[in-house]
């Protein structure tokens, strides 16, 4: 069998992933959807693994204005990611049983 | 790429997929949001490793000014603000997502026409990115009250929209297929932003719980994008986690509205603070109550179920409510707590505000749960919540028929806290206020609720 080629790979590995977060979310009780909210906003920083290697490419081609590009994009994200995970464990802590 | 990369790239799914897990009971919650974070970490040390990168600079000092910039803004938040927070932070995704396509864009271009996986979701990545991160900021701005929170929209603005999607799907076709053209390629990011903007603008303040679901779906769907750019795995199932979560809860606001989304989005509804000039009380009337009148109520029931809405958090009336509440239980009153699912101003907002003020999570109940519970209940004590408990959601004929709401009149007694006889968003009267059973407390729901404490303290 020929390997497929990769775009078809990752259109696989999308729809199943969809399929996945969509079996798991639905079980979220609606007192957890905010921090589910705010959880999932962090993981959507998940972007800083693109911005990462852009940049690394970038070094590489010596292109300034797509190490900048990559620069505000890592800032962007790492805001997300670190500010997303922080926020939704300050308000995890607060719940709690009586 | 390199195998040991991708085996560690599969476990970071997995870890996300298990963490989100975790996020389904609030015993395992935090657990699950560390589960995740791990996941990411294992993501980007692999990603820096596989990558050699040569000169460290830039890449730490963005994740530098990022982590501060996140960390000080998650510690600094007020609970209240929830919402402003993941709206201008699902901005911050997109966006990135949105650079990462840019960037490969100016990689990419000099050599002529693009390769079409690459071409296609560049230009797919960048749309969704971009009305994301514009979109993502109109929310902010709104839930900031920095711009009007009314829906603006009209037949023009809403040609203009169409006109625009229409416009990006045929340029950015031609991009990604024939040429490569930079100008071109601004214009794109240009109307892309525009698009995000008039999207936004169009959904009243009060419809904002479901636009930043809505965008939180997107930015996922962004880094998705970003991952087919890429061919990178993790990216691509992170960001559909991400997109799935948020289509559900969109979907699930929607459904708690009893709203198409096509009506949320283009509808102009949501108009805050609804003038009702048209609504007279008539010759009903509605019998009032004053604090010494509802402590003895409360403290000689045997159940309550307290209706908490949004008003209360403006009015920062939560620690007092739970005074309210320890008080009563310490004379054996049943207090239960029943939130409706738009009760604060982003889904699942209120659970927060109410963790927030010590109230324990077992003593909160949906509107599923709770609802069968009213004829069994005393008294129902609505503090700063209007529409979700108007009866005449049940009639066909009204304006808000068919979204459901808490039967609070099916109890043996209803309190209502509340200023005064007006509306609430849907602008429409309230039957339950001139219902005998039903007494009012007018006033501040902070001052109110205060001189509630104080007159069972003393009973």
């Known amino acids: 069998m020929e390997s497929m080629p990769i775009m078809l790979v990752a259109l696989y590995v999308f729809v199943l992933a969809t399929l996945a977060g969509k079996e798991v979310i639905t079980k979220v009780p609606p007192t957890l959807h905010t921090p589910l909210m705010s959880g999932a906003n962090a993981i959507s920083g998940i972007a800083l ?3 990462l290697i852009v940049s690394a490419e970038a070094e590489m081609a010596r292109e300034p204005v797509v190490v900048i590009l990559g620069l505000v994009s890592i800032i962007f994200a790492s805001i997300n990611v670190v500010g997303g995970f922080l926020v939704t464990d300050r308000m995890l802590e607060m719940f709690k049983k009586k | 790429m390199n ?3 991708q085996f560690a790239y599969l476990v970071s799914a997995l870890l996300f997929v298990v963490g989100l897990k975790q996020l389904s009971s609030p ?7 560390v589960m995740a974070s791990a996941a990411m970490l294992l993501a980007i040390v692999v990603t820096l490793v596989e990558q050699d990168v040569l000169t460290w600079t830039w890449i730490v000092t963005g994740i530098i000014i990022g982590s501060l910039i996140g960390a000080t803004a998650a510690r600094m938040v007020k609970m209240t603000s929830m919402p402003e927070m993941v709206g201008i932070f699902n901005g911050f995704g997109g966006g990135a997502s949105a650079l990462v396509a840019g960037a490969e864009f100016v990689r990419l271009q000099p050599f002529g026409v693009l390769p079409l996986g690459q071409g296609s979701t560049i230009m797919l990545g960048m749309l969704i990115g971009g009305v994301t991160f514009s979109g993502s900021v109109v929310a902010f701005g709104k839930l900031a009250g920095w711009i009007t929170g ?3 929209t009209n037949k023009f603005l809403q040609a203009v929209t169409a006109l625009i999607f229409v416009g990006l799907l045929g340029v950015g076709t031609y991009i990604a297929v024939q040429d490569p053209s930079m100008v071109l390629f601004l214009v794109f990011i240009a109307a892309a932003l525009i698009l995000g903007i008039l999207l936004v603008n169009a959904i009243g303040g009060a419809d904002m719980p479901v636009a930043i679901s809505l965008l939180n779906s997107y930015s996922g769907l962004a880094a998705s994008a970003a991952g087919f750019i890429l061919g990178n795995m993790i990216l691509i199932i992170a960001g559909a986690l991400v997109g799935a979560a948020g289509l559900i809860l969109t979907n699930l606001m929607c459904k708690a509205m009893n709203r198409s989304l096509a009506n949320v989005m283009f509808g102009g509804f949501g ?8 609504i007279g009380a008539g010759d009903k009337t509605a019998r009032s109550v004053d604090a010494e009148g509802a402590a003895m109520i409360l403290a000689y029931c045997q159940s309550v179920v307290v209706v908490p809405g949004y008003g209360l958090a403006v009015a920062q009336a939560q620690h007092d409510l739970k ?9 054996g009153v049943d207090v239960k707590f029943a939130v409706h699912p738009v009760a604060g101003r982003m889904p699942g907002h209120m659970n927060v505000l109410l963790a927030e003020a010590d109230v324990p999570y077992n003593q909160l109940y949906d509107l599923e749960e ?4 009213f004829k069994d209940t005393d008294v129902a004590l609505i503090v700063g919540a209007n529409d979700v408990v108007n009866p005449d959601a049940r009639k066909p004929d009204s304006v808000i028929a068919g979204m459901p709401i808490l039967d609070v009149d099916y109890a043996r007694n209803v309190i209502i806290m509340k200023r005064s006889l007006s509306p609430g968003f849907a602008g429409i009267d309230n039957p339950l206020f001139y219902m005998d059973k039903t007494m009012m407390f007018f006033g501040s729901a902070k001052p109110s609720m205060q001189d509630l404490v104080r007159e069972v303290r003393e009973m």
């Open chain 1, 49 to 51: 693994i693109g911005a």
């Open chain 2, 3 to 5: 195998l040991v990369t």
């Open chain 2, 27 to 33: 015993a395992t919650a935090r657990k699950g949001n």
């Open chain 2, 150 to 152: 009314n829906p603006v």
């Open chain 2, 271 to 278: 108009t805050e603070g609804a003038t009702a000039a048209s």
């Open chain 2, 323 to 331: 005074k309210l509440c320890d008080l009563l239980e310490e004379r």
């Open chain 2, 370 to 373: 709770i609802n069968d519970q």
